[in-house]
C-alpha cells in the first residue's frame, strides 16, 4: 500500500468521442454502487433510473435495443436480477465502456447502446487476494504467477439478498415488494507471454440468477398471472484471445467466444423455455500508415442455435381476445450475424486544418434471420480548438435485427425486416484544469435518434388471411441534451451529471405517445471527500417519473371468470418523480502484509416510496402502490492480501 503517488495529466485520444469509460479506481467507490461497475455507469448522463431492475436503458431506447458484451463479445445480461451486481467481480474488471449515440462500427446488432466490461491482466508479482461479505453477497478472489511467463485470477460470488429483503420488508405496509433475486458467478482468466510480441488469454465466466417469489400472497390479487411464479437465468462463456504485435505499424487481436445462455420462465400454466448455443468470432488488425493516416479492419460475426419451447393462452388475433385454451409449441433453428468493419483515421496537414480529426467508418452486416444485407456508415469528425477544447459531430446508421421470436413462424412473423435507426451527435469537451489534476472538467452533448421500421404488435392479418402478431409499423424520435461536470480540489470530487429527454413512438392510426422509459429529467449529484483513510460520498438522484397508462374501467369476461381492463391513453399519465440519497462511508487499516477496508453504503436513506408500478385489484377499482427499495444500510468488509 503506497500512500504517496504521482498524477501525469494528459489528453486520451478517444475514438468515439461519445464514449464513456469507467476505470476501477473510479467505480470501486462510487456512491451507491456498492462498488459496482455497472452500477456506477448509472451515474452518468443518458442512462434511464431503472430502480431494481437488470436492464439498461440508454438514451430513451427500449431495454432490448442496448447489447451487452464481455471483452467485444455478446453476452446475455450484464447485471444480476435486480440490478444488484454486474455479473463479473468488480476486482477482476479493468474498465467498463459505455457507448451511447453515434457509437463507433466496431459493435451491432444494437439501435440503443453497447456496455462493455473489459477484464484486466492477472497479476503476476506475487500471490494476491481478498475476500469480502456485506449484507446481500459475499465472495473471493485469488490471482498470481503460474511460472515465469503465466499468470492467473479466479474469482467467486454468491447472494443472499432474498432473505435480506424479506426481513427488512415483512413490518412495512408502505413497501410492497413481491420479488427478489438470489444469484452466484464464478470468473477465471489464465494468461501467458508466448514472446515479445505474441499474448494468450483464456477467460471463462459462468453466472447463474434465480426469481422468486418473497411474499406470502404475490400475485393472487392478479387476475392476469395464477399460481407460482420463477424464473431462472444461467449462462457461462469461454474466450480464448490472441494478441500480436507484428511491427511497430501493425498489430492484431483475435478471439473466439463459446458457451451457453438458458433461460426459463414459469408462470403458473405458462412457461417460456429457451436455450441457445452461441459461438464468436472478433478479430481486428490495427495499421497506422503514416503520421495523417491509420486504419484499423475488423470482423464480428456471431451464430446461434436455439432450441424454444412456449405455452401461453390462446388469443384470437382479430380481437386481440384470449380463448381460454392453452397453446404449447416448441421450434429450433439457428441464426447467423456477420460483419466486417473498417475504422479510419485521417489527420490533416496544414496551419489551420491540422486541428481537425475525421473518422469515415463503414460496417457491413448480414442478418441471415432477415435475409437482409446492409451497409451502415458511422462518420464522425473532431476539432481540437486548442490543448483543453475539443468539437465533435458524429452521424451512423444502425440496424438492429428481430428478437426474441419475432421473426419465427410459429411465433412471430418471418417476414419482419430488421429495425433501423440513425443517430447525430454534437458535443464539447472543456478541460479548466489548466494542465494539473485540479478543476473542473466539462463535457456537454445534444443527441438526436430517427427511429423507423420498429417492431410493433398487431392485430391484422396476412394476404393469406394468417394473423401478422408482429409488423414493422412503428416510428420514433429521441431528442435530447446531456452534460457531465467534475470538479476536484485536492481531497474534493464533486460530479454532476443530467440529461433532459424526449423519446416519443408513433404506431398506425394512433397518436404520437411517450415511450415506455420516457423520462424527461435525470439528475446525479455525487460528491466525495478522502481525508486519510477516510472516505465519504453522497449521491443524490431526482428523475422524472416513468409514463404510465392509466386503467380506467374494466368489463366482466364470464368465460374465463375474469376482469378485463379498458385502459385510458397509451402512457397519458407518469408517476411520481424518483427521489433518492445514498451516503457511503469508507475505512481502510493498512498492515504490514494485509489491508482490511469496511464499508457502509445506505441506500435511500430518507425511505422515500419511489413507485415502480400500480397492483391493480380482481376488478381494477382499486390499486395499491408497489414502491422500491427501502431504506437499506450494507455493511460489508474486505480483506486483502
Known amino acids: 500500500y503506497n500512500v504517496f503517488e504521482t498524477t501525469v495529466t494528459a489528453v486520451a485520444e478517444k475514438k468515439d468521442r461519445s464514449k464513456k469509460t469507467l476505470s476501477q479506481k473510479d467505480f470501486l467507490k462510487a456512491p451507491g454502487a456498492q462498488g459496482d461497475p455497472v452500477k456506477a455507469v448509472q451515474n452518468l448522463p443518458g442512462i434511464a433510473n431503472q430502480s431494481f431492475s437488470a436492464q439498461i436503458v440508454i438514451q430513451g431506447s427500449e431495454p432490448d435495443d442496448t447489447r451487452y458484451a464481455l471483452n467485444g463479445h455478446e453476452i446475455p445480461i450484464v447485471f444480476h436480477f435486480g440490478g444488484l451486481s454486474s455479473v463479473v467481480f468488480p476486482e477482476a474488471i479493468e474498465e467498463v465502456e459505455y457507448l451511447a449515440s453515434g457509437f463507433g462500427p466496431e459493435f451491432g446488432r444494437a439501435t440503443g447502446g453497447i456496455i462493455n466490461l473489459k477484464t484486466r491482466k492477472p497479476k503476476s508479482d506475487r500471490l494476491n487476494a481478498l475476500g469480502f461479505v456485506d449484507l446481500y453477497n459475499s465472495g473471493g478472489l485469488i490471482e498470481g504467477p503460474l511460472s515465469e511467463k503465466s499468470s492467473a485470477v479466479f474469482s467467486a460470488r454468491k447472494s443472499y439478498i432474498g432473505s435480506v429483503i424479506e426481513k427488512v420488508t415483512e413490518d412495512n405496509e408502505a413497501f410492497d415488494l413481491t420479488v427478489a433475486p438470489e444469484f452466484s458467478d464464478v470468473y477465471f482468466n489464465y494468461f501467458y507471454d508466448l514472446t515479445e510480441t505474441d499474448k494468450l488469454d483464456i477467460l471463462a465466466i459462468r453466472s447463474e440468477d434465480e426469481l422468486k417469489f418473497i411474499l406470502n400472497e404475490p400475485v393472487s390479487s392478479n387476475p392476469n398471472i395464477r399460481g407460482t411464479f420463477y424464473q431462472n437465468t444461467t449462462f457461462y462463456r469461454v474466450i480464448p484471445r490472441w494478441r500480436k504485435k507484428i511491427n511497430d505499424k501493425t498489430s492484431m487481436d483475435v478471439s473466439l467466444g463459446y458457451g451457453d445462455n438458458n433461460i426459463l420462465v414459469e408462470i403458473g400454466d405458462y412457461y417460456f423455455d429457451l436455450e441457445t448455443t452461441t459461438f464468436s468470432q472478433r478479430a481486428e488488425v490495427i495499421t497506422r500508415h503514416s503520421e495523417t493516416y491509420s486504419s484499423t479492419i475488423g470482423l464480428d460475426a456471431q451464430k446461434v442455435n436455439f432450441d424454444v419451447g412456449i405455452s401461453f393462452p390462446t388469443r384470437n388475433f382479430s380481437t386481440g381476445t384470449g380463448s381460454g385454451d392453452l397453446t404449447i409449441s416448441e421450434q ?310
Open 332 to 641: 429450433s433453428g439457428e441464426s447467423w450475424n456477420k460483419s466486417l468493419y473498417l475504422r479510419n483515421k485521417i489527420n490533416f496537414t496544414g496551419e489551420r486544418s491540422k486541428k481537425f480529426t475525421f473518422y469515415p467508418n463503414f460496417r457491413l452486416t448480414e442478418f441471415t434471420t432477415t435475409n437482409e444485407k446492409y451497409l451502415m456508415p458511422r462518420w464522425s469528425l473532431n476539432y481540437q480548438a486548442n490543448p483543453t477544447l475539443s468539437y465533435y459531430f458524429s452521424t451512423g446508421l444502425y440496424y438492429q435485427p428481430p428478437q426474441n421470436g419475432e421473426a419465427t413462424e410459429d411465433f412471430g412473423n418471418p417476414e419482419l425486416n430488421s429495425e433501423r435507426a440513425i443517430h447525430y451527435t454534437l458535443g464539447l469537451e472543456k478541460d479548466f484544469r489548466g494542465g494539473g489534476s485540479n478543476g473542473f472538467i466539462l463535457n456537454l452533448d445534444v443527441f438526436s435518434k430517427k427511429l423507423d421500421q420498429l417492431i410493433i404488435s398487431t392485430t391484422r392479418n396476412n394476404d393469406d388471411g394468417e394473423p401478422l402478431i408482429y409488423s414493422n409499423e412503428g416510428t420514433g424520435t429521441i431528442n435530447g441534451f446531456q452534460s457531465l461536470l467534475k470538479w476536484v480540489k485536492d481531497e474534493f470530487t464533486f460530479i454532476s451529471s443530467y440529461t433532459y429527454l424526449k423519446s416519443t413512438r408513433k404506431n398506425p392510426n394512433e397518436p404520437e405517445y411517450p415511450s415506455e422509459f420516457d423520462q424527461t429529467h435525470n439528475l446525479n449529484l455525487i460528491a466525495s471527500y478522502e481525508r486519510s483513510r477516510w472516505t465519504y460520498s453522497a449521491r443524490f438522484r431526482y428523475v422524472t417519473g416513468n409514463p404510465v397508462t392509466p386503467v380506467d374501467s374494466s368489463i366482466y369476461d364470464a368465460d374465463n371468470d375474469v376482469y378485463v381492463p379498458i385502459e385510458g391513453r397509451k402512457f397519458s399519465e407518469r408517476y411520481d418523480p424518483f427521489l433518492q440519497l445514498d451516503i457511503r462511508f469508507d475505512r481502510k487499516w493498512i498492515y504490514n502484509n494485509w489491508i482490511l477496508s469496511a464499508y457502509l453504503d445506505i441506500q435511500n436513506i430518507t425511505s422515500n416510496e419511489n413507485v415502480q408500478n400500480y397492483n391493480y385489484n380482481y376488478d381494477y377499482s382499486e390499486f395499491t402502490k408497489t414502491s422500491g427499495l427501502p431504506l437499506l444500510p450494507i455493511f460489508g468488509i474486505k480483506g486483502e492480501y
